[in-house]
C-alpha cells in the first residue's frame, strides 16, 4: 500500500533527553513536512524539505532538527532545548511543495515525563 | 506573515442538519483545501481547490474557492454521526510563499 508512515504511535521522554520521531513514505513525494498540533490548535510548521539533501525552518523550529538524507524519509528530532515538547506530531508529504496536496500520516503523540 | 481565520470554532447539530464553514485568509490563495481529521488520528484530504470560483463536490461534501481568493467554504449536507470530527481548512499562496497555512479548525458534533 501506498502511504506515509510515522512511527512509533506514542512515545514518552524524560525531560533532558532527545527523541526521534520516524516518517517515512512510499508515494515517491518530493517535499515532506513536519508539523505540530497542540489542543485546540490548527498544525503548526516545524521544519520542511522539498528535495533531498536539503530543508527549511518552519514557523516554530527551535529546538528541533531534521534530516533529509533519503528521499523516502524525514525524521524529527526533538531535543533537550524544546521547552515544551508535549505534542501531536504530524509527518505529511507532497508531490511538490508550493501548495500541492499535502497526505499525512498517522501521527505522534509525544509526552515529556 | 499570512494569516487565516477559520469559523466557525466549533457547531453542535442534529443529525440530517445542514452545516457550513468557512476561511479567510489575509492575502490571496491560489490553492484551498479541506481536511477532516478524527481523534488521534492525522488529517484526512477532502477536497481541493485550485481556481478561483470553483466549486467541487465530495459526496455529501461541496467545497467552494472564492472569487476574490481570498476565502473558502465547506458545506455538508444531510450530516451523519460518522462525520463528527475537526475539519481544518488550508491554503496557499504558491511561488515562495507555497507552504500550507491551516485555519485552526472547526469542531463538528453531531446529535443522534
Redesign the interface.
Known sequence: DGGITQSPKYLFRKEGQNVTLSCEQNLNHDAMYWYRQDPGQGLRLIYYSQIVNDFQKGDIAEGYSVSREKKESFPLTVTSAQKNPTAFYLCASSIRGSGTEAFFGQGTRLTVV | GQQLN?SPQSMFIQEGEDVSMNCTSSSIF??W?W?KQDP??????LI?LYKAGELTSNGRLTAQFGITRKDSFLNISASIPSDVGIY?C??????SQ???I????TKLSVKP
Open positions: 477559520q491560489n490553492t483545501l481536511y488521534g488520528e492525522g488529517p484526512v484530504l481541493a481544518f488550508a491554503g496557499s499562496g504558491g511561488g507555497g507552504n500550507l491551516f485555519g485552526k479548525g
